[in-house]
């Protein structure tokens, strides 16, 4: 064999072991990256996946950042799931992209990654500035996509399904069908400036925004976004891990606060602070729950986060008379834990979201200005109350629990 025709025949396999490299999905691999979480939706069984259907999904940023990195789960999957194209870029309107923002993301190196049953992957990073509170839109695409799916369901946000794979496209003619969740896509990261960290709200409905205005990011995180971002601290993300209906000791709505305490809040890269805002649902579900069960409850979520090297903030719980689920019974429990979470000293800091959201003339019920109908959820006034009743400053626990120690 001649020397030219010997160096076309090794030019050609480095050619081919490269677009074999490039077509293998890469496997799933679990860890946190450097960086802060800029969005985050806790993980939950969705309804069915289906093959060749592509999800064009639209969250919003809470703190700028470079080498953006997304986390696709499958963590309620009961087989591997492959995802052989995914895409990020910034929304112009509707499922329309700004033109030249879509771009492809990989996963060690490969275009496309199999993500195993009970599993997560990051992305690799992208490179590029993100701006805080953008429309992020990130395109994912499964060929095989079955079984139990793995996404958010009340996500108080449109996104668009397409058949087939669209996710290069940057304008939305093809993304013709809308849904409310979010799918495989559980959080967001960026590397931001030196010492920048992030809270994770852990909760249920009121913290997952039910009864705020959709498409309009007035869910009370996204509001304690905003003013984190105007304020003078380095605590400038905020995820949102709360889940319609959870409870914070049995499984239902979700897996339980504290049996998904590790994948939805103490996974995430750059967290300083955990907000603990639940318990309703555990003492309205009449289960025999008693104010020292949600206490237990309480502390163990408190001594798992602080381990973790943590601050940690309680809320207390809100009134809700009114809601067909209230009896006296329920609200003396309800009073009894709001008075552990204020005088217990389990927490490194309280909010009295409570003592916010009650009427002066019946401390039971939720004030008429801030409900959203249901005697339980508060409207986008409340949220904003909510949020501004936080001491910005106790969310940063001095030196004794910090992520950063």
Known sequence: MSGGRARACRLLAVALTAAVLQATPAPAAEGPPDGVITWGASADRLGEGVADRGYRMVVRTSVAGSDLRIRL???????????????????????????????????????????PA??????????????????????????????????????????YTAQGDHTAENDGARWTGTVGSWFYLDAVSVRADTGT??????????????????DLDRRWPDYLAR????????????????????????????QSALSRLDRDVLSQPGV????????????????????????????????????????????TVGPFKGWSEWDPAGEAVRRDVNEFIRSGGEFDAVTDFDHILRSPYDPERI?????G?????????????????????????????????
């Open 73 to 115: 789960s499958n963590a309620f999957g009961d087989r591997p799931v492959t995802f052989d194209s995914v895409y990020a870029g910034l929304r112009r309107e509707g499922a329309a992209l700004v033109r030249g923002s879509n771009r492809r993301l990989t996963f060690g190196g490969a275009r496309s990654v199999t993500v």
């Open 118 to 159: 009970g599993r997560t992957v990051y992305s690799d990073p992208l490179p590029g500035r993100w701006a805080a509170a953008a429309d992020l839109v990130v395109s994912i695409h499964s060929p095989d996509a079955a079984g139990p799916a793995t996404g958010h369901g009340m996500a108080m946000q449109t996104s």
């Open 197 to 214: 960290r992030a809270v994770v709200a852990l909760g249920d409905s009121i913290t997952d925004g039910w009864q705020s205005s959709t």
């Open 227 to 254: 003013r984190l971002r105007q304020a003078d601290t380095d605590l400038k993300g905020v995820a949102n891990e709360g889940i319609s209906g959870n409870k914070v000791l049995a499984d239902g709505a979700g």
């Open 272 to 315: 300083r602070t955990v907000f603990l805002f639940e318990g309703v649902n555990d003492i309205k579900a009449h289960t025999g729950v008693t104010a020292q069960d949600l206490i237990a409850g309480y502390r163990e979520i408190a001594e798992r986060a602080h381990a973790a090297g943590k601050c940690v903030v309680g809320a």
């Open 367 to 371: 004030l008429p200005v801030f409900d």
């Open 373 to 405: 109908g249901d005697h339980l959820h508060p409207n986008d006034k409340g949220m904003q109350a909510m949020a501004d009743a936080v001491d910005l400053t106790s969310l940063d626990c001095g030196t004794a629990h910090r992520a950063d120690r």
